[in-house]
């Protein structure tokens, strides 16, 4: 069974910064061949993407994102990151890390990101 744990959330100051990383583990992962993305969801409204990593590493970032965040994947690791700088307080929700692997999506628990003003 393959596991994605999310880490690295907790409670910042406006421009502030944050590192998050997703490991996933299990057997089998296929990790190398999956497209990797965060996501976010705020109370009272819907997830969304905030930045993909392809299997070929290709990226790409929800609009509010371009500039400030930067994800990245290290294969060997099995892991993803999300390097989150200048946050506003709109940046408060849960994150959660997402695997893609033939049209499949697996989630892990999610991880609290909270911006103070």
């Known amino acids: 069974q393959v596991h994605l744990v999310e880490s690295g959330g907790g409670l910042v100051q406006a421009g502030g910064s944050l590192r998050l990383s997703c490991v996933v583990s299990?057997?089998?992962?296929?990790?190398?061949?999956?497209?990797m993305g965060w996501y976010r969801q705020a109370p009272g409204k819907q997830r969304e993407l905030v930045a993909a990593?392809?299997?070929?590493?290709?990226?790409n970032y929800i609009d509010s994102a371009k500039g400030r965040f930067t994800i990245s994947r290290d294969n060997a690791k099995n892991t993803v990151s999300l390097q989150m700088n200048s946050l506003k307080p709109e940046d408060t929700a849960v994150y959660y890390c997402?695997?893609?692997?033939?049209?499949?999506?697996?989630w892990g628990q999610g991880t609290q990101v909270t911006v103070s003003s």
């Open positions: 997402n695997r893609r692997l033939a049209n499949n999506d697996l």
């Open positions: 299990g057997h089998a992962t296929f990790f190398a061949i999956s497209d």
């Open positions: 990593i392809s299997r070929d590493s290709s990226v």
